[in-house]
């Protein structure tokens, strides 16, 4: 199984950027799909987070600012990322919680590879 993420790049402060991750394998279905930050010297950070049923959570930081969203039937979750501020770069981060078989109940936790953002003047 692979998490692929793109759409990261640098852009201005006010801009927008879209990110995408695709999930590839052989998946049964797939739970909750997160978006996570990381800058150099901190923590990893939740950004944004969709569920099954598609109900979203978001860091007061993002709020109102930026969009999580999927599409189950292409194994996808994306970010909109809208008035970019500095503070936004990072390297972003999917997550999926995944399940193999409906025989099982477990689900296996994954990261994509990350993607950078820089937001500069």
């Known amino acids: 199984v692979q998490l692929q993420a793109s759409g990261g790049g640098s852009v201005q402060p006010g801009g927008s950027l879209r990110l995408s991750c695709a999930a590839s394998g052989s998946i049964f279905d797939i739970n909750a799909m997160g978006w996570y930050r990381q800058v150099p010297g901190k923590r990893r950070e939740l950004v944004a987070s969709?569920?099954?049923?598609?109900?979203?959570n978001y860091a007061y930081p993002v709020k109102g600012r930026f969009t999580i969203s999927r599409d189950d039937a292409k194994k996808a979750v994306y970010l909109q990322m809208n008035s970019l501020k500095s503070e936004d770069t990072a390297v972003y981060y999917c997550?999926?919680?995944?399940?193999?078989?409906?025989?099982?109940?477990?689900?296996?936790?994954?990261w994509g590879q990350g993607t950078l953002v820089t937001v500069s003047s």
């Open positions: 997550n999926a919680d995944i399940r193999f078989s409906a025989a099982s109940r477990t689900y296996f936790n994954y």
């Open positions: 969709i569920t099954s049923g598609g109900n979203t």
